[in-house]
Nanobody, 122 residues
Framework: QVQLVESGGGLVQAGGSLRLSCAASGRIFTYYTMGWFRQAAGQEREFVAAMRWNGAWINYADSVKGRFTISTDNDKNTVYLQMNSLKPEDTAVYYC???????????????WGQGTQVTASS
């Protein structure tokens, strides 16, 4: 079993930055893929970014390329999402997820955190 706990969400003005954290515990292996997804009110969950725990594969949604950065800290078993130049359309609940394959498809992820709210005001 894998447990994921997100933190770091909040309210920020458009153009500002936030860093989300996802603390992982349980049976995490270096080949696991860690992903970030988001879901805005009334919309479907969408892919944001993902990477292999060992850094061998990284992928970003086009909407966040150049603004968001995913990274891991192996010593802390933590995945980060650094979000810069935030826009009102980035407002959503952000979820951390884990799976055994390199994928951007949410239904292929096995483990999910509880989510953290990010609001970028205009």
């Amino acid at each position: 079993q894998v447990q994921l706990v997100e933190s770091g969400g909040g309210l920020v003005q458009a153009g500002g930055s936030l860093r989300l954290s996802c603390a992982a515990s349980g049976r995490i292996f270096t080949y696991y893929t860690m992903g970030w997804f988001r879901q805005a009110a009334g919309q479907e969950r969408e892919f944001v970014a993902a990477m292999r725990w060992n850094g061998a594969w990284i992928n970003y949604a086009d909407s966040v390329k150049g603004r968001f950065t995913i990274s891991t800290d192996n010593d802390k078993n933590t995945v980060y999402l650094q979000m810069n130049s935030l826009k009102p359309e980035d407002t959503a609940v952000y979820y951390c997820a884990a799976n055994r394959r390199g994928t951007t498809l949410s239904h292929e992820y096995d483990y999910w955190g509880q989510g953290t709210q990010v609001t970028a005001s205009s």
